[in-house]
């Protein structure tokens, strides 16, 4: 859906879903974002953290221990303490292997080549350096809005939601081993605050027994280092090489 879009047409689309954080379901998933992401960033370590695309209408880093933290945007569309970069997440102005942490807050489902966005963030990474990645699950109510809702072209029904599975098969195609997956929200995306207040024993109920059915998730990968087997080169003795040996001899007396 968002792949034949015009750059300008999925500006527009980022500018609606920054409005759409702003109402109480999406006030609700952004919190339980920051709690996941709270939990997470002080786990990781390095000298450089990013934040590809500002989505959700602010930057998402300030739990991260890393010291150096900027966000990558288009336009930085809303008010961050991080230091913005301007620039598209299909083409990271960033030199290679120097990143060692870089976050996605659902950049891939509103990005007209994912992939790419994906192999950018490949190459920015150090060997070992990780990758979070926030994504709506297709396989939930949310899914199921998305279905009824997204031909109206209204954000965030309008993104390309990608399932967990198919998440974890890409980074694996581009060598990250998954090291971290959680799944949350639960509740349907109703927007009235009383009826979503009265659901919330839904959020324990569904991870317990159906959390493959979440509204959203986390992914957390490593960029796997590649280590070269040696091979042991083959010698081959050579004349030239060794010189002439002297031919042996079985007189051991001494020379009159």
Not at 35 to 47: A, K, N, S
Not at 56 to 85: A, Q, Y
Not at 88 to 96: F, G
Not at 117 to 124: A, C, M, Q, T
Request: aromatic share 8%; proline share 7%.
């Amino acid at each position: 859906m968002i792949a034949g879009l015009r750059r300008c047409q999925i500006n527009s689309i980022r500018q609606d879903l920054r409005g759409w954080y702003n109402r109480p379901v999406g006030q609700l998933l952004l919190k339980q974002e920051r709690e996941q992401l709270d939990d997470i960033l002080p786990t990781l370590f390095g000298y450089h953290i990013v934040q590809v695309g500002c989505l959700l209408g602010n930057d998402l880093l300030s739990s991260s221990r890393v010291s150096n933290k900027v966000l990558i945007d288009p336009d930085k569309g809303g008010e961050t303490l991080t230091p913005g970069v301007y620039g598209y997440p299909d083409a990271i102005p960033i030199a290679t292997d120097c990143v060692d942490v870089v976050v996605l807050p659902h950049t891939l489902e509103f990005e007209r080549d994912p992939h790419q966005i994906l192999r950018e963030v490949d190459r920015v990474l150090i060997p070992e350096g990780h990758v979070v990645v926030l994504g709506f699950n297709p396989w939930s109510l949310w899914g199921l809005w998305r279905l009824l809702l997204g031909r109206s072209g209204k954000a965030p029904w309008c993104g390309d939601f990608l399932s967990l599975t198919r998440t974890r098969d890409w980074m694996a195609l581009l060598g990250f081993d998954v090291v971290l997956v959680r799944s949350y929200f639960f509740r349907p995306p109703i927007q009235r605050s009383g009826i979503m207040s009265k659901l919330a024993f839904m959020e324990k109920l569904g991870a317990k027994l159906w959390p493959r059915l979440s509204g959203a998730y986390v992914l957390v990968a490593k960029k796997r280092v590649t280590t070269l087997t040696p091979i042991k080169p083959r010698w081959h003795a050579s004349r030239n090489f060794l010189g002439e040996l002297p031919s042996p001899t079985t007189r051991s007396g001494r020379n009159v």
